[in-house]
């Protein structure tokens, strides 16, 4: 998953999904310490800014930030150990995409039974960190409490902790991690800072927003599951076949057998190839950063990632006249084909 | 110390449950409350001669639920 959709997704969905398990006992707990700093500096009340808030808010999201970047880590580290193959990455997602589909429509209250979605920390840790949060009102507090909401992801955080897992790179997970919780920041900071009673509007307001953004990365999800197993049939592929069925008819079919790798995708998205012969193509980099370097052909069973710069060969064996071989990045993004139509 | 079931519908997410369990912190003669957002459900362990089944109620109303005894 591209970082920005991670930093996007968590401003938005995960910001305020994220409310809905944590503010209410962590920004509650922390107004209490809140309060009490208040009260300790009511000579302040009049400054407009008030750092007495804003410091342990601060502190809590910094660890906050801190520990999931370390989480997502971890989960990368882990992925590179179980070395995802594309069709375990394909699962990954449909349940990635799965669970964030019951989770929008668990949130549109369609069935009692989407409440089975949900993923709830066991109660001994609730209570251990609520009780925790009313101790003192030192400093380390926060940062202790940030530090503990690994235990409470919410849906959208749980189905990124997977994406995280997915990348089978540490460097990958704890960066994709790092700009979602990063982008969760600024709506649970403005929530804390403002009293928490503006987080029980928030989600009264706001939840079906959050519902059907999460509907649409659940199908987003799904989308990359479906085409990183070489579904013939997924949203983006749709999609991709009205594009190209209109450019064919402009620039008819390609000639040549090389594919530029571009930050977009693909290009041509579709490549007509000549039939019942061996033939070799180039992949084509030039300045190319995202996961479409990573190419992944299903029915191949090849994998290769590309330097950012650069043409790399790729042999094919002889396919019968009016193969389809779809192809894709390892995030199941730029779904496109390679079609075996030609004569010699 | 007893237990009582109570059945709340008005749980919309799991952060109700977290609500409806810090009453036990806020309630004297509560031992433990366990509140599920799955079952609609929150059992409350307390002691029936500090607490009343009614003062739960009253406690869970004042923020936003309204449980009721489970006749199971």
């Not at chain 1, 076949?241 to 290009?267: L, M």
């Not at chain 1, 071989?325 to 779904?335: A, H, K, L």
């Amino acid at each position: 998953m591209d970082l920005i959709v991670a930093f996007v997704t968590g401003l938005t969905t995960g910001g305020l999904g994220c409310l809905a398990v944590q503010s209410g006992l962590l920004a509650s707990t922390l107004a209490y310490q809140v309060e009490q700093d208040v009260l300790a500096h009511s000579a302040d009340a009049s400054r407009k800014f008030k750092p007495h808030i804003a410091r342990p808010i601060f502190l809590f999201l910094l660890a906050k930030l801190i520990a999931y970047t370390i989480l997502g880590f971890l989960l990368g580290a882990a992925g590179s150990v179980l070395q995802l193959t594309p069709l375990m990455s394909a699962i990954l997602y449909l349940a990635i995409g799965i669970f964030m589909l019951g989770n929008g429509l668990r949130m549109l209250n369609v069935h009692p039974v989407f409440r089975y979605f949900v993923i709830e920390p066991p109660s001994f840790l609730t209570r251990y960190i609520r009780r925790k949060s009313k101790d003192g009102t030192s400093l380390v507090t926060p940062l202790f409490m940030g530090t503990l909401t690994i235990f409470l992801p919410c849906g959208v955080t749980q189905a990124m902790m997977a994406a995280a897992l997915g990348t089978s790179s540490p460097v990958q997970g704890a960066a994709l991690m790092f700009a979602f919780i990063l982008g969760t920041s600024p709506l649970f900071f403005s929530v804390s800072y403002f009293a928490t009673r503006l987080s029980a509007i928030v989600e009264k307001h706001f939840t079906r927003i959050v519902a059907v953004t999460m509907l649409v990365l659940a199908l987003v999800s799904v989308d990359s599951g479906l085409n990183l197993i070489g579904s013939p049939v997924s949203f983006s592929r749709t999609f991709n076949s009205v594009v190209v069925a209109v450019s064919d008819s402009v620039n008819g079919v390609q000639s040549g057998f090389v594919i530029n790798v571009t930050d977009d995708g693909y290009r041509p998205i579709v490549l007509h190839l000549p039939a019942d012969t061996p033939v070799s193509i180039e992949w084509v980099t030039e300045d190319t950063q995202t996961c479409a370097r990573s190419v992944v052909v299903p029915g191949l069973d090849y994998r290769e990632i590309l330097p950012p710069t650069g043409r790399v060969r790729f042999d094919i064996p002889a396919q019968e006249k009016g193969t389809v071989i779809n192809y894709t990045c390892s995030m199941g993004m730029y779904p496109s084909q390679l079609v075996f139509d030609l004569d010699l | 110390m007893v237990k009582k079931v109570f059945r709340v519908s008005d749980m919309s997410c799991p952060n109700c449950a977290m609500h409806l369990e810090g009453l036990e912190d806020e309630l004297p003669g509560v031992k433990r409350i366990n509140a599920s957002y799955k079952k609609l459900t929150m059992e409350v362990e307390f002691d029936e001669a500090l607490l009343s089944v009614e003062q739960i109620i009253e406690a869970a109303n004042a923020i936003g639920y309204h449980p009721e005894p489970d006749a199971n």
